[in-house]
Each structure stands twice: as structure tokens, then as C-alpha cells.
């Protein structure tokens, strides 16, 4: 929501600052320029990108339009992980082999399909499962395992974000390369009319905006929000990693799963007594 309430901003902000000089807004009507500069800029993307990290910009950006992780996400993992680690409690390591084998079939699970969806944080909570129901681990080798784990799902998910950022810092060398070519064509027809040199030159200058423009006022702020939701998707197997080194170390479900509550931030931190109430009325089910 917020992500088109911006882009209405700036652009609404340019638009206006520029009629309110004087300007013409068919003036800056320049399709050719918007091909020579997005065609420049989709062209370099495929030819630096992998074509996995092109699926995941656009997998990513779908998830940004669709909100990110909320306060009641964070509550449904940390009750799911409660209840996995009851089931635990009651039946031995064993009892939990029928989850972690098939996840997707798993009925704990499919309680939670927000967390079911998250196929990265479903391969950690199962992988990790796995290793501590084979009892062949130490916490501290655990601990490292689950960090190196964490590592690499979040630099995998960066590449994403980090390609959409180069292209932004190409583009306003790319909106110069469409004004040299305006200037090339101007000059081609110096000793024409005036006003059809000036409008060669405008047009010429359209492109050196249009890049600009594209690179700061809404690519570049899209990688940065792609950076921002993989944060929070970090926090999230953070979050999954503390009760699972918790429950390894034997510590009681209820708390361990409040040690993965304490590590998240404020704005979506459940409180201690709603998760607890939350975790006491999976028990009466």
C-alpha cells in the first residue's frame, strides 16, 4: 500500500513542482527515450543476472505488494513451535519424524499455512528437526550449524535485491547515453528551424531525466525495501533458531519458545501473556 502511495508522491511531486514553472507536461512525452533507456537497462540486467535471480526479483516484489510479515506471523510460529515441541514432550523425538519427513502433509502444519508457504523456514525448521531427533549434535555444533544455514538462505535472497540495485545505479548513465544520441540527432539538423533544434535538445534532456528519475525516485527505493522484508525474513529463522537451540538444550517448550519471542523486534514482538494464552489454548483443542 505504502509502495504506491510513494510512487504517487514522487511522481506527483515532480509533475507539479514542473507545470507549476511553467513547464509542458506533453513535453515530456517521450516514448523513444523510455525505450532506449528501459530496453538498455533490461538488457543489462539479463545479461549480468542469472535467471534464477531474475525469478526471485519477481517473486520478491510480488511479495512487497502483498504486505510483509506481520505481529500475528511471528505469534503463529511461535505457538506452532510450541505445539511441535509438546507433541515432543508427550511422545518422544519420534513423534515428531511424521512432521518433519513430509512436511506438506504434516496436519500441525497445515494449521499454519502462512509458515507452510515459506518454503526456506519450512527446509530450516525440518532440517534442523532432523538433526536433533538423530541425537548425534552438541547445542554449540547445532548453534553454528543453524548460523551458517541462516547465512546462506539470506545471501541467496539478497541477489535479488542487490540486482535490482545495480540497475538503478545504471540508470542514469543510461539516461545520459539517450541524451548523447538526442544531441547526435540534433546536431544532424542544426541548420534547421529553432524550434525544431529545440525540441530535439528537450527531447534529448527527457532521457538524462527520465533516468535519473528512474534510478532514485523508484528503482533503487525498491531494492531497498526488497532488503528491508529480507530482514524480517531473517528475524524470522532468528526467531525459529532460539527455540530450536532451546528445546535441543532441553529447556521446557513454554520457554523456548520465549526465548525466540524476546529476539524479536518491538512492532511485531507478541507480548508474554499473549503468547502464553495463545500456547494455553492449543492444549484445550
Known sequence: M?????????????????????????????????LIIGGAALGAMLISTPLSVIKGIISQLKGV?????????????????????????KDGLIGLEAHVEHPEESELFKKYPKFLKNHYAVAFFADTMRVIISGAVQPHDLDELMDQDIEAIHEEEVRPSDALNSVADALPGLGIVAAVLGIVITMSVIDGPPAEIGHKVAAA??????????????????AGCLRHRLNDSKQYLTCMKLALLSFHKGVAGVISVE????????EVRPGFTELEDACNATKKQ
Open 2 to 34: 505504502f509502495i504506491f502511495i510513494g510512487i504517487i508522491v514522487v511522481i506527483g511531486s515532480v509533475l507539479a513542482g514542473y507545470v507549476l514553472e511553467g513547464g509542458h507536461i506533453l513535453a515530456l512525452n517521450q516514448p523513444l527515450e523510455v
Open 65 to 89: 505488494m502483498g504486505g510483509g510479515l506481520k505481529k500475528q506471523d511471528y505469534l503463529d510460529l511461535l505457538v506452532m513451535m510450541f505445539e511441535m515441541f509438546n507433541i515432543a514432550r
Open 205 to 222: 534532456l527527457v532521457g538524462t531525466f527520465l533516468g535519473i528519475l528512474g534510478s532514485y525516485g523508484f528503482v533503487g527505493p525498491l
Open 259 to 266: 526465548f525466540a519471542r524476546r529476539s524479536l523486534y518491538m
